[in-house]
T-cell receptor
Framework: AQSVTQPDIHITVSEGASLELRCNYSYGATPYLFWYVQSPGQGLQLLLKYFSGDTLVQGIKGFEAEFKRSQSSFNLRKPSVHWSDAAEYFCAVGAPSGGYNKLIFGAGTRLAVHP | GAVVSQHPSWVICKSGTSVKIECRSLDFQATTMFWYRQFPKQSLMLMATSNEGSKATYEQGVEKDKFLINHASLTLSTLTVTSAHPEDSSFYIC???????????????FGNGTRLTVT
């Protein structure tokens, strides 16, 4: 069965510092991979996605993620965090079959940014 | 860009009553919409897949008689929580994909969610 693990429940960084949020997945083949961000009481906004091709994916708001098949990982990175990045971040996996209709989400990582 | 609107954004109801949540695709048509549930400080769990003109497909463990889904048009799906109880209090989020975008990799668009509190 597919699963997604986000090992870090809560991360705090200083504004301007670099950020890496970890995501590991379990799936028999190469899945579709996503990172979403959720502000309090809001829905989800897609940051970036990986389907195939270049394993380094660029997203919105200066985020990027790298797919590493050997490690079954899809970590999210940002070189310099802004206070507005404080939010909940979810990694998700979708099975290519059926057009990834079912997304399996990780438990999320809550990011706090100190001024 | 594509927008999915949910209404209401929050609702408080008494135990035993029913609550209807609407999910609308504002500028695209969606033959399929998805309903998720999110408990506090937890991740999103897919509840059901709403199919326009046909019955919804429910995930294992989700009570179809309690969570009634209707997808009567290409732009509207509704989730009705029947005989709500405090344990149904949660954040419900819908998502949809533009049916006219034929690629299986077309993006999913999420609504802003509905916070349900049952007292």
């Amino acid at each position: 069965a597919q699963s997604v693990t986000q090992p870090d429940i809560h991360i705090t960084v200083s504004e301007g510092a670099s950020l890496e949020l970890r995501c590991n997945y379990s799936y028999g083949a190469t899945p579709y991979l996503f990172w979403y961000v959720q502000s309090p009481g809001q829905g989800l906004q897609l940051l970036l996605k990986y389907f195939s091709g270049d394993t380094l994916v660029q997203g919105i708001k200066g985020f990027e993620a790298e797919f590493k098949r050997s490690q079954s990982s899809f970590n999210l990175r940002k070189p310099s965090v802004h206070w507005s990045d404080a939010a909940e971040y979810f990694c998700a996996v979708g099975a290519p079959s059926g057009g990834y209709n079912k997304l399996i989400f990780g438990a999320g990582t809550r990011l706090a940014v100190h001024p | 860009g594509a927008v999915v609107s949910q209404h209401p954004s929050w609702v408080i109801c008494k135990s035993g009553t029913s609550v209807k949540i609407e999910c609308r695709s504002l500028d695209f048509q969606a033959t399929t919409m998805f309903w998720y549930r999110q408990f506090p400080k937890q991740s999103l769990m897919l509840m059901a897949t709403s199919n326009e003109g046909s019955k919804a497909t429910y995930e294992q463990g989700v009570e179809k008689d309690k969570f009634l889904i209707n997808h009567a048009s290409l732009t509207l799906s509704t989730l009705t929580v029947t005989s709500a109880h405090p344990e149904d209090s949660s954040f419900y989020i819908c998502s949809a994909r533009d049916s006219k975008v034929g690629s299986s990799t077309a993006p999913l668009h999420f609504g802003n969610g509905t916070r349900l509190t049952v007292t």
